[in-house]
């Protein structure tokens, strides 16, 4: 695992994603078909066979890579984080969106517990968790969620993304590092949003 990109697990995640009543799910690409349709792809099926199988949520809110995975759970509700456009939605705006979509689920009584296990590809993990975490702090400060890291495996990278960033590891890298990260430290650092 690459120490840069590489986030911390919860302490004791192992027993709480089992418990937990929900999944956010960040996707990771997705593949544009020539005929129009949309395809998960490797990155987005890994994710979702991981949650699949070391998660028992009733929910999952997920970005459409994730939404339309053939690793899915009929007795799973799975709800779109956002619609999913022409326009490229970033982790930090998608958190916001993720975050709405479990504010509203918390206050019409349906979550049976308040621990929410984060899932994306595992390069991506470390800032999606951060930025999940410093939103509610300061959009929600009453929720009482439990917000669970998990520690994932090394995910593929989708070489038919239509998102270039996500089509290999240095790309990402550089992305993540020198874009991403900044990017989104500031944003919410400032609070300009």
Known sequence: ANILLASKPSENYQNLQKDASIVIAFGFGIQENQDNSLSAGMANDSIMKWVMSKTNPKYIIAQKGCEISEY?????????????????????????FALEKLDSLSKNNYLPNRKVVIVAHNDQLRRASWIIKKICERKYPASDFEFITPDLPQMPYLGKSSQIHTTNKYLYLLVELYISRPRDYFTIMTGNW
């Open 72 to 96: 899915r759970n009929k007795n799973v509700q799975i709800i779109e984080m956002h619609p999913h456009g022409k326009n490229y939605v970033n982790t930090y705006d998608a958190s916001i």
